[in-house]
C-alpha cells in the first residue's frame, strides 16, 4: 500500500485547507484511513479516521472544524478543515492500517499564520 498526500499550504486564521490521499497498491485491504498531524516538539496525534463504511471520528480539537471523508472507487480520502487556528499548524500524515501494518504517507505540511 502506497500512500500519497497533497493539499498543504499556509493559510491564514480562519482560514480553509482540504487535504488529500490517494492510496494505491493492495487497497482492497484497507477497512480504515485516518489522518494524524505532528507539530513541533510534539508527539504525533489522531486527527481524524474514517471506516469504508463511513463512520467517523475526530479529535476533540478539530470536532466542528474539520470534516474526514472518502471515496472508495477513487480510494481516497480527504480532510477538510475549516475556521484554521494557528495551533493546526504541523504536518499532516494520512495513515492506512492493515493488519498489525501502518501505512503513512509522506506527510503534507500545513501552516496557519495568526
Known amino acids: 500500500v502506497q500512500l500519497q498526500a497533497s493539499g498543504g499550504g499556509l493559510v491564514q486564521a480562519g482560514g480553509s485547507l482540504r487535504l488529500s490521499c490517494a492510496a494505491s497498491g493492495s487497497t482492497f485491504s484497507i477497512n480504515r484511513m485516518g489522518w494524524y498531524r505532528q507539530a513541533p516538539g510534539k508527539q504525533r496525534e489522531l486527527v481524524a479516521g474514517i471506516s469504508r463504511g463511513g463512520i467517523t471520528n475526530y479529535a476533540l480539537s478539530v470536532k466542528g472544524r474539520f470534516t474526514i471523508s472518502r471515496d472508495n472507487a477513487k480510494n481516497t480520502v480527504y480532510l477538510q478543515m475549516n475556521s484554521l487556528k494557528p495551533e493546526d499548524t504541523a504536518v499532516y500524515y494520512c495513515?492506512?492500517?492493515?493488519?498489525?501494518?501502518?501505512?503513512w504517507g509522506q506527510g503534507t505540511l500545513v501552516t496557519v499564520s495568526s
Open positions: 495513515n492506512a492500517p492493515v493488519g498489525l501494518l501502518h501505512y
